[in-house]
Nanobody, 125 residues
Framework: VQLQASGGGLVQAGGSLRPSCTASGGTVSSYGMGWFRQAPNKEREFVAAIRRSTSATYYAGSVKGRFTISRDSAKNTVYLQMNVLKPEDTAVYYC???????????????????WGQGTLVTVSS
């Protein structure tokens, strides 16, 4: 499966963005899907994930209550609704897909099977 992330941009602190991740060569409903981010000079970190079978969602503590991951099977797209953005949310955001049906909260980035190219989110103060 190929993943195409888009929808990043520049926003002021407190604003919202909704990056999307569209799949081709496979369906998002057939995979566990996750979002990760990498800020300059920092390690890649987990942001959010949604399980294939139950659609259970998981979030990093730093974004819980502000970000929402969702899946639209008809559009073959996964979204990351980001609200109340902070300057520390500035990063390149990547979507990823995991085959099988694992509990997504237990996965690290290296365990995902497919990755998109990333979309840049910049939050100004």
């Amino acid at each position: 499966v190929q993943l195409q992330a888009s929808g990043g941009g520049l926003v002021q602190a407190g604003g919202s963005l909704r990056p999307s991740c569209t799949a081709s060569g496979g369906t998002v409903s057939s995979y566990g899907m996750g979002w990760f981010r990498q800020a300059p000079n920092k390690e890649r970190e987990f942001v959010a994930a949604i399980r294939r079978s139950t659609s259970a969602t998981y979030y990093a503590g730093s974004v819980k209550g502000r970000f929402t991951i969702s899946r639209d099977s008809a559009k073959n797209t996964v979204y990351l609704q980001m609200n109340v953005l902070k300057p520390e949310d500035t990063a390149v955001y990547y979507c990823a897909a995991k085959a099988g049906n694992p509990i997504m909260s237990t996965l690290i980035g290296d365990q995902y099977d497919y990755w998109g190219q990333g979309t840049l989110v910049t939050v100004s103060s």
